[in-house]
């Protein structure tokens, strides 16, 4: 079809060429005899024409012109177009002049007989600018002139000899037919050409019909070339199977790095891998046979520099509805990279696979959904679930979440929620139910994998066993909050336990406080281990008194405390009363009546906000104290008795004033962390310093003015005769030395020895500070009482003169603030 065309339009253009030129040769040999004599005269006169400007005009002239609006002002532009329209009006043949100048190859009218004109481009002209020889030409233009059509205009353009090609004279001759015989010849031969064309038109038509129809064709096979060439994959089209190759596109050279010389003479067979060559065969005849039209495979080529390329080759059979051939067409796409990078990437999944393998728990990565859904796991997952990995993924036999505990999912769904949203890193910690039943707490830390657009599509983390972990966290939480002893709960939690039960959720919340008197005598006659099981035993009883929530602790070496929450005043006093009762039978059992404790009890309830649990804990203590002081049967407490009321009969003291030094002077002893058995020797000593006053004159002690000096040295007597009475009592022996060194001063400036700094015994110092304070915040015979504030100035005036300065920090700090 493509050569029939081509041939049919060659013979027609042959054809047609010969009867053109045929008339062209004719209507040339006419015309140059018609037009010859007018011509010359033409042609000599613009000769003429053109020397007389060019001597007129100097070269200069059109060097001083800007070829703009500007020039009609010169009157240099001016001169020169009075000069043409003269020469245009002497000359009734002439219809116009005008001058153009080359500037950068197109002609611009620099000056012409239009006086209404400005220097411009001349596109007219410029368009038979490049037909212009040295000779003159002349040009047939349109007729411009509406009033007269039997008339031509010729145009004449002269180059100025003295301009070097860039000036031109242009000259318009306007021609009137009925003028001039030969024209009208002309016009007869022009119309028997006319006449000759219209015979010919009809072939014409034809062969523009069918050199459109074949560049269209050639468009089409030039557009399918192109884009052959430029796709990014090779193309090879050909016929008989791969015997005769028609087209290969210049992309499958690059891809297999052979030449199209190469490769349609070695054909395929001779640069494929040897591996690839029975699979492309037995593809290759499945096609041939008709059993396949096509298939796809990834094959290897071999390159000139004996390099391997990975290709995609897809073949496709096919025939044309003309032709009885087999074609194919074969694509070929590069797929190196992608096999190198697959390579890779099966290397480091391997790589990862073995990496799980070896890790100390699961491994995951999960859709960011309610359920957990695992998408990948590692092999941990039997270790930690029970599960085999193929039986979560994807949920298909369970899904993950179902292991966590149902009270711990809402906290742990909302924790991902916050964290992941946030791209934080999540860490928790929860338990899990595993397949055998069997309950583990996990550790989970992992963040979320956000696409792009910053939407979270995934979860990835590890969930390892944490359950022996939680099982030492949990002994060492006990071993922190419990007595060692006991196995109550200690110090420490109780008071966590205030901070969380002082809220009106509670209200009324009730505090007791237990002592227990005369186990120093137990550890010292029976030893320290039945001491110890004596409150082992006392725990126990106490733990069976106090219900459900209540919450008992030992707070110290004899010294027991238990809170009770929603407990009124009157039943924590039942609840007090009952502890009494059985441990005295608990007592009376266990020791006999030759080893008897005593157990001092107090209590307080705290109803709403408005006071401290401090001032709670204060009325508690205050209450346990009294009735230490009230039901103490120790082995001593005779001659106790007796020298307190020998004391309270002889002078001012009075046994207020003893139970508020013992408060404050144990307080600081608490403070100050003396042992149990140093605060109860300051106790006593609290109670008896002043015991030595029993040995002065009534009239010195209770004189209500100054003393004289003579008066003064025997009040000085009173510590020295303390602590010789306490000497004769065996019970006493041990606080001796506190009363004979109550009244030493810091700064050694004191009586009766003029001991200086820590010489002094430390409970002579806390006396020091105790009872000086109740001195002056008490009314006296001999002194009015100061305020509160008074008195700490005074204390901290004298310290380290007078006092211990670190007993008086404390004492002022500690006790005081609180009181």
Not at 269 to 286: A, F, L, R, S, V
Request: net charge neutral; with cysteine.
């Amino acid at each position: 079809m493509r050569n029939y065309h081509h041939k049919t339009i060659k013979n027609s253009v042959f054809l047609i060429g010969i009867i053109i030129f045929t008339i062209i040769l004719l209507t040339i040999v006419l015309l140059r005899n018609l037009c010859e004599k007018g011509i010359k005269n033409i042609r000599a006169e613009s000769i003429r024409i053109g020397e007389t400007i060019e001597t007129v005009v100097p070269k200069p002239v059109f060097s001083t012109f800007e070829y703009s609006r500007s020039d009609l002002d010169k009157a240099e532009y001016q001169d020169l177009q009075a000069l043409l329209v003269d020469i245009a009006d002497k000359n009734r043949d002439i219809a116009y002049i005008a001058i153009y100048k080359v500037i950068d190859n197109r002609l611009f009218t620099v000056i012409d007989t239009a006086l209404d004109s400005i220097p411009e481009f001349d596109a007219q002209v410029q368009a038979d600018f490049y037909h212009i020889r040295p000779q003159i030409e002349p040009v047939l233009i349109k007729n411009n002139n509406k009033k007269d059509l039997l008339s031509y205009r010729f145009s004449l353009l002269i180059p100025f000899a003295a301009m070097d090609g860039e000036l031109f004279l242009r000259i318009d001759y306007q021609i009137r037919i009925w003028e001039n015989l030969y024209f009208i010849q002309i016009f007869i031969i022009i119309g028997l050409i006319l006449l000759l064309f219209l015979t010919l038109l009809f072939s014409v038509r034809i062969l523009f019909k069918l050199k459109k129809k074949t560049n269209q064709i050639k468009e089409q096979q030039d557009l399918i070339k192109n884009f052959l060439e430029k796709l990014p994959f090779g193309i090879v089209f050909g016929e008989n199977h791969g015997q005769t190759i028609l087209y290969v596109n210049a992309t499958i050279s690059r891809i297999i790095g052979r030449s199209h010389d190469e490769i349609t003479e070695f054909g395929w067979m001779g640069y494929t891998h040897p591996e690839d060559i029975d699979i492309i065969c037995e593809q290759h005849n499945k096609l041939k046979s008709g059993e396949i039209s096509s298939y796809t495979i990834q094959k290897r080529y071999i390159k000139s520099d004996d390099t391997i390329v990975w290709v995609k080759l897809s073949v496709i059979s096919f025939k044309t509805f003309d032709s009885k051939k087999d074609y194919y067409l074969c694509i070929f796409e590069d797929i190196t990279d992608s096999m190198l990078i697959e390579t890779k990437f099966q290397e480091i999944r391997r790589s990862n696979s073995l990496l799980l393998s070896h890790l100390h728990g699961m491994a995951y990565r999960s859709s960011f959904d309610c359920n957990r859904t695992l998408q990948t796991v590692s092999s941990g997952c039997y270790e930690l679930t029970g599960y085999q990995p193929e039986q979560l993924i994807n949920n298909h036999t369970l899904a993950f979440n179902s292991f966590i505990l149902a009270e711990y999912r809402k906290y742990i769904q909302d924790k991902y929620d916050y964290t992941v949203k946030g791209r934080e890193i999540f860490k928790l910690e929860y338990p899990i139910k595993t397949a055998n039943g069997e309950i583990k707490w996990v550790y989970e830390q992992g963040q979320g994998v956000v696409d792009e657009a910053g939407q979270v599509i995934a979860l990835e983390g590890l969930i390892i066993d944490i359950t022996n972990r939680k099982q030492r966290e949990s002994k060492i939480e006990y071993l922190i909050n419990h007595d060692p002893l006991t196995n109550l709960y200690n110090r420490r939690y109780f008071e966590q336990t205030i901070k969380e039960l002082d809220c009106p959720e509670y209200f009324p919340l009730s505090f007791i406080i237990t002592d227990i008197n005369g186990l120093k005598k137990i550890n010292d006659t029976l030893g320290y281990e039945q001491g110890d099981r004596t409150l082992i035993v006392i725990g126990h009883w106490l733990q069976s008194v106090c219900r459900e929530n209540d919450v008992l602790a030992r707070t110290g070496d004899d010294e027991f405390r238990i809170l009770l929450p929603h407990t009124s005043s009157r039943a924590a006093e039942r609840i007090a009363c009952r502890i009494n009762a059985a441990f005295n039978g608990k007592n009376r059992y266990t020791f006999g009546e030759q080893m008897t404790l005593c157990l001092s009890v107090g209590y307080a309830t705290k109803e709403n906000e408005d006071i401290s649990f401090k001032n709670i804990i204060k009325t508690a203590e205050d209450k346990m104290f009294l009735n230490k002081l009230l039901e103490n049967k120790s082995l001593h407490f005779s001659v106790l008795s007796l020298l307190k009321a020998a004391l309270f009969a002889r002078s001012q003291e009075t046994e207020a004033h003893s139970l508020r030094l013992i408060k404050y002077t144990k307080k600081i002893g608490k403070y100050l962390a003396l042992k149990s058995s140093e605060l109860n020797d300051l106790e006593i000593f609290s109670m008896l310093h002043d015991i030595g006053k029993i040995g002065i004159n009534d009239n010195i002690l209770n004189k209500p003015g100054k003393l004289d000096e003579k008066e003064w040295g025997e009040i000085k007597k009173h510590p020295r005769i303390g602590y010789q009475i306490a000497m004769a009592t065996p019970d006493l022996k041990k606080i001796a030395p506190y009363i004979l060194y109550h009244h030493e001063r810091w700064d050694g400036s004191g009586y009766p020895v003029g001991l200086k700094g820590e010489t002094i015994p430390l409970h002579s110092r806390i006396l020091a500070v105790a009872d000086a304070y109740d001195a002056m915040t008490e009314d006296r015979i001999y002194h009015k009482a100061i305020s509160k504030k008074e008195a700490i100035t005074e204390l901290k005036d004298h310290a380290g003169t007078q006092f211990d300065p670190e007993i008086v920090r404390v004492f002022i700090e500690k006790v005081l603030k609180y009181e």
